[in-house]
């Protein structure tokens, strides 16, 4: 197997950041069902004849920043 690309990927569902390496499959590999660490989103697992890894580099930012609590 080698490496062929990496590039960023972002969730469709919630936006979490991930590093998306394509690596050619050698045999076939049996296809699974992958999801998104941070919202449990369906994420594609296989490109063609490359299978997909994906790292999560980022938790998405909510859409409303958090405040501090007074101490």
């Known amino acids: 197997m080698a490496s062929t690309q990496d590039?960023?990927?972002?969730?469709?569902?919630?936006?979490?950041?991930?590093?998306?390496v394509c690596v050619e499959?050698?045999?076939?590999?049996?296809?699974?069902?992958?999801?998104?660490?941070?919202?449990?989103?369906p994420l594609q697992g296989r490109r063609g004849r490359f299978v997909l890894k994906y790292f999560l580099v980022g938790h998405p930012q909510s859409a409303t920043p958090r405040r501090r609590r007074a101490v």
């Open 7 to 20: 590039s960023q990927f972002n969730c469709p569902n919630c936006s979490a950041r991930y590093e998306l």
């Open 25 to 41: 499959a050698d045999t076939i590999a049996v296809d699974r069902e992958l999801s998104c660490l941070s919202c449990g989103g």
